[in-house]
């Protein structure tokens, strides 16, 4: 008897297309796919309306991979919509899982936003000062466009979860174990996070001295030696704080790990955990036991930009998650 073939959907809300082209990526693994499913929506590649997606019966689709995170109310709706149909519902890439670059929006609210992209960015045209709105009565009617949030949520803020894929975007290796894993009815349980259980650390061909630095240096600013640690020569690896799966490709160019795999399994916070390992290498030449306030600072204000360093990805998923604004 021929086995059923599954129903898959894809989705993107707030996101820059990278995850939709890494499963391209995937190459003739594609073919794996078209044997075991029929794709059933795919914003991107075929033309299925929403109205098609509502008259499926709930739970129609067997998997959905979303990707992107929710800042607004067209993405909500598709994302609970999408809920309703799947009967499992992965956060595919880092938007998804932990809100990942636009979720770095959290910094400043709606009207910021707009007022910045639409009135005050110098190559701005705008005499009339015409800001998007949710509504807008014309003679023809009323148009009606998606309402902007102030805040960038994850996929998990938004609706239950089955599981999450990490990365920005998830390596062409972690999708393929995880399509292995769907072909052979073999997900591990509701919850899990679809990459290994160890730190870019564990997977990094580089040599860690147990050094301190004293002087941390931006990524333009110094020619890295090859082998070495680069958090040992002072250039901010996020690499201690991240999930592997990745092969730790960024280390391979002499790139830092910025910390698109996610938290590692035991330290949620990823931010936190990041500061907690350069607390532990970071201290002033001859090194002494006590520091005083003006020292911590001196060492701490080399840090140029320490929420696009250490919450790059995942400010919205954070115990911090916004900036809050003044009224
Ligand atoms: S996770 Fe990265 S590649 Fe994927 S949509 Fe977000 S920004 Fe783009
Ligand atoms: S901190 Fe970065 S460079 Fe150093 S071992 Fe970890 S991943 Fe490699
Ligand atoms: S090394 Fe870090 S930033 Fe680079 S792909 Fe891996 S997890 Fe992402």
């Known amino acids: 008897m021929t086995k059923e073939k599954l129903k898959i ?23 794996d796919v078209i044997g075991i499913a029929d794709i059933v ?10 109205k098609d997606v509502e008259a499926m019966p709930d739970k129609y689709i067997d998997i959905c991979f979303f990707n992107g995170s929710i800042r607004n109310s067209e993405q909500e709706h598709v994302a609970k919509l999408l809920r309703k149909k799947a009967k499992t519902l992965v956060a595919f890439g880092s938007c998804a899982q932990e809100g990942c670059i636009p979720g770095l929006a959290n910094l400043h609210d709606a009207k ?19 800001v998007p709105k949710p509504e807008t009565e014309v003679k023809e009617g ?22 999450y894929l990490p990365g920005c975007p998830p390596p062409v290796k972690l999708i393929s174990n995880a399509i292995d894993a769907i072909a052979k009815g073999e997900l591990p349980p509701k919850g899990s996070v679809l990459a290994p259980l160890k730190s870019v650390c564990d997977e990094c061909p580089r040599k860690k001295e147990n050094k301190k630095i004293s002087k941390i240096y931006r990524v333009h600013e110094k020619a890295p030696e090859p082998e070495k640690c680069l958090l040992e020569q002072g250039i901010i690896c996020m690499g201690p704080a991240t999930r592997s799966g990745c092969e730790a490709q960024c280390l391979t160019v002499d790139m830092p790990c910025t910390g698109c795999g996610g938290p590692c399994p035991n330290a949620p916070e990823q931010g936190a955990a990041m500061m907690s390992a350069l607390a532990s290498i970071l201290g002033l030449e001859n090194e002494q036991e ?17 929420v696009g360093t250490f919450y790059m990805y995942s400010l919205p998923s954070s115990i911090l998650r916004r900036k809050v604004m003044k009224q």
């Open 9 to 31: 959907a894809f989705y993107w809300a707030a996101s820059c297309g990278g995850c939709e082209i890494a499963v391209l990526d995937i190459n003739e693994k594609i073919l």
């Open 41 to 50: 929506f795919w914003p991107v590649a075929i033309d299925v309306k929403y």
């Open 112 to 130: 910021e936003i707009l007022n910045t992209v639409y009135l005050k960015e110098k190559s701005v045209v705008n005499p009339e000062g015409v």
């Open 142 to 163: 009323k148009l009606e466009i998606p309402h902007f949030y102030d805040t960038v949520r994850t996929l998990d803020q938004t609706v239950d979860v089955d599981y």
């Open 290 to 306: 006590h520091y005083s306030e003006e020292d911590v600072e001196k060492l701490m204000s080399q840090i140029k930009d320490p």
